[in-house]
C-alpha cells in the first residue's frame, strides 16, 4: 500500500492562492494515478484533478480548470496542487489519494484505494 500526508491548507482571502503537498511512502512505483479530492461540509467528496505517476497526464474538474494545477516530483514522491484565484466555493477539505491500476473513471473516489488525512481550506469572501 501506499501511505498519502497532506500539508499547505489553510485560511486565505477571495483571489489568494495555496499550494497543496502530498507526501507518498510506500509502495509509490505501483502507483497508476494520484488525485484531490475534497469534501465540504454536509457534501460528497467530489473529484478535484489527478494525474498519472509515470507520464504527468491530468485531468481536472470543469469549476478549478485554468485555476488549480496538479504536478508531481518523482523524485521526491510528492504531488502538488496549486491553486490560484480561489473562491469561496473552493472551500473544504481536501485530500490526496492513490491508485494502483488503470481505470476510466478516475474521478471516482470508490476507485482510489490510499488516502490521506486531509488538509482544511477555506475561502473567505
Known amino acids: 500500500q501506499v501511505q498519502l500526508v497532506e500539508s499547505g491548507g489553510g485560511l486565505v482571502q477571495t483571489g489568494d492562492s495555496l499550494r497543496l503537498s502530498c507526501a507518498a511512502s510506500g509502495r509509490t512505483f505501483s502507483v497508476y494515478y494520484m488525485g484531490w479530492f475534497r469534501q465540504a461540509p454536509g457534501k460528497e467528496r467530489d473529484f478535484v484533478a489527478a494525474i498519472t505517476w509515470s507520464g504527468g497526464s491530468t485531468n481536472y474538474k470543469d469549476s478549478v480548470k485554468g485555476r488549480f494545477t496538479i504536478s508531481r516530483d518523482k523524485a521526491k514522491n510528492t504531488v502538488y496542487l496549486q491553486m490560484n484565484n480561489l473562491k469561496p466555493e473552493d472551500t473544504a477539505v481536501y485530500y490526496c489519494?492513490?491508485?494502483?491500476?488503470?481505470?476510466?473513471?478516475?474521478?471516482?473516489?470508490?476507485?482510489?484505494?490510499?488516502w490521506g488525512q486531509g488538509t482544511q481550506v477555506t475561502v473567505s469572501s
Open positions: 489519494a492513490a491508485r494502483m491500476y488503470y481505470t476510466a473513471r478516475y474521478d471516482d473516489p470508490t476507485n482510489f484505494g490510499s
